[in-house]
């Protein structure tokens, strides 16, 4: 049975709660998804690692807060913020088109603003 875009989506953030970046590889993406950012165009499952490595390396030890989750149909939609060792994001934004039981599209923004300290 394919799992419905709530469920991709939900087990997405669990495991970026958690750090698991290949767990949710493996899981939630498909291996020719594609995401669009405001840092480039990413592909397949390499392109999601380089995307995640280079989030936490312009917000290392980040903690995200969540302030909307939307889903509709075969798309879902994320705001956040985060906060990490010298840097912030205030306007994070996602899409997800998620279909046959993963994510094939992605599209991620977000400003980095650097902090004191």
Do not use: K
Request: glycine fraction near 10%; include cysteine; charged fraction near 20%.
């Amino acid at each position: 049975m394919t799992r419905t875009t709530e469920q991709i989506f939900n087990d997405h953030l669990g495991r970026a709660e958690r750090g698991d970046v290949e767990g949710d590889i493996a899981a939630n993406f498909a291996p020719d998804c594609v995401l669009l950012t405001s840092y480039g165009r990413f592909e397949g499952h390499d392109g999601v690692r380089a995307a995640a490595t280079l989030l936490a390396h312009q917000v290392p030890a980040a903690v995200y807060h969540y302030s909307q989750r939307s889903v509709e149909g075969d798309i879902a939609f994320l705001e956040w913020t985060a906060t990490g060792r010298g840097a912030r994001v205030c306007d994070g934004a996602d899409s997800f088109l998620c279909r046959r039981g993963l994510i094939r599209v992605m599209t991620i923004h977000y400003t980095v603003n650097h902090t004191p300290g």
